[in-house]
T-cell receptor, first 112, second 116 residues
């Protein structure tokens, strides 16, 4: 079993839709949870990170962590064509804060 | 401010040749990471350095791969001899000391490597 599971998609939505991206992880001891966005032929860039369970909001983006279910989500409100990218979840193990474990990435296309 | 700079952007070479990928981290960052991204395996950490010292190379696939960081502003990843299964996009990233996401890793735009 992979440590982080993520549906690779692709996911295609109309502009303005609410997008939900999800990952599950295997070890309840994992501590930091991040979402990276990767545009085509570019490196990933950090969108959001969380440490504890609950929600964290930044503009149109909300990151949610449910440690009891070992489930993390990224919601995008009012999606825009510029949100079209691959979204990767990433986690860290305790004591391995610099060693990111990435999900497979979900490819998102937002069409006008 | 310049980001992480990788060179070359693209490399096409024949099996058996030596390949050297280069990275210049963001000035002042004390961590440097090398990743490999493929469709099959996703984004995998190969090795990372702290203050120019290799800390964890457990992701390096085999002895054909080696990485060095001779100073704070330069690192190389070398494959010798190269094989077709090494074809991938190789990313370099750098960060400041921190925990998890509170000191994000900044990625370069990668080197797209094709081994024929």
């Amino acid at each position: 079993q992979k440590e982080v599971e993520q549906d690779p998609g692709p996911l295609s939505v109309p502009e303005g839709a609410i997008v939900s991206l999800n990952c599950t992880y295997s070890n309840s001891a994992f501590q930091y949870f991040m979402w990276y966005r990767q545009y085509s032929r570019k490196g990933p860039e950090l969108l959001m990170y969380t440490y504890s369970s609950g929600n964290k909001e930044d503009g149109r983006f909300t990151a949610q962590v449910d440690k009891s279910s070992k489930y993390i989500s990224l919601f995008i409100r009012d999606s825009q064509p510029s949100d079209s990218a691959t979204y990767l979840c990433a986690i860290t193990r305790p004591g391995g804060y610099n060693k990111l474990i990435f999900g497979a990435g979900t490819r998102l296309a937002v069409h006008p | 401010d310049a980001g992480v700079i990788q060179s070359p952007r693209h490399e096409v070479t024949e099996m058996g040749q030596e390949v050297t990928l280069r990275c210049k981290p963001i000035s002042g960052h004390d961590y440097l990471f090398w990743y490999r991204q493929t469709m099959m395996r996703g984004l995998e950490l190969l090795i990372y350095f702290n203050n120019n010292v290799p800390i964890d190379d457990s992701g390096m696939p085999e002895d054909r791969f080696s990485a060095k960081m001779p100073n704070a502003s330069f690192s190389t990843l070398k494959i010798q001899p190269s094989e077709p299964r090494d074809s991938a996009v190789y990313f370099c990233a750098s960060s400041l000391t921190g925990q998890g996401g509170n000191q994000p890793q900044h990625f370069g735009d990668g080197t797209r490597l094709s081994i024929l």
